[in-house]
């Protein structure tokens, strides 16, 4: 068995390291433009934990 954790990457010029809080909520309606399986492992974690967003 592998485990392994998804974690969006954020870059923003300007923004520094730790000044950039993203609740999941805000995350939620975040998606990738092509497929992959990591993209639907996070959006079904993020559809299931804000059904609404």
């Not at 999941?24 to 990591?38: E, I, K």
């Not at 974690?45 to 967003?53: E, K, R, V």
Request: aromatic share 6%; net charge neutral.
């Amino acid at each position: 068995m592998i485990i392994g954790g998804v974690v969006p990457v954020v870059n923003v010029k300007g923004v520094q390291s730790g000044q950039m809080v993203l609740d999941g909520a805000t995350v939620a309606p975040v998606y990738r433009s092509d497929g992959s399986g990591t993209n639907l492992l996070f959006s079904n974690c993020l559809s299931s934990a804000y059904p609404t967003a």
